[in-house]
């Protein structure tokens, strides 16, 4: 079982910049896996914010583009999403996610939430304008 944990979460003001950690449990040797960070505000449906696959291709959701950034730090087993110039419609629960492929191959990076299996319990991030 695969387990992900959120941090870095916060309070800002629109403008500002935040990076959320994601620290996940070793991997199975021989797997490949995809990332990813989604967002919920509070009434609204689940959205894909940013992915990395398995070769490292990324991809991000229009909104955020040019301002969000996503990483990984293999070493350190954590997922990074730094997020600049942060805006009041960015104000949600953010999580991360991902899927393993235990014997490899190529897995895509994606925003569909209904490719990824392992969860984190989410991190706040509030932005006032």
């Known amino acids: 079982q695969l387990q992900l944990a959120e941090s870095g979460g916060g309070s800002v003001q629109s403008g500002g910049s935040l990076r959320l950690s994601c620290v996940y449990s070793e991997f199975p040797d021989g797997s490949s896996r995809r990332l990813g960070w989604f967002r919920q505000a509070r009434g609204k449906e689940r959205e894909g914010v940013a992915g990395i696959g398995s070769d490292g291709t990324i991809t991000y959701e229009d909104s955020v583009k040019g301002r969000f950034t996503i990483s990984e730090d293999n070493a350190k087993n954590t997922l990074y999403l730094q997020m600049n110039s942060l805006k009041p419609e960015d104000t949600a629960v953010y999580y991360c996610?991902?899927?393993?492929?235990?014997?490899?191959?190529?897995?895509?990076?994606?925003?569909?939430?209904?490719?990824?299996?392992?969860w984190g319990q989410g991190t706040q991030v509030t932005v006032s304008s």
């Open positions: 996610a991902a899927r393993l492929r235990r014997f490899g191959g190529l897995l895509n990076p994606t925003l569909s939430g209904d490719r990824y299996d392992y």
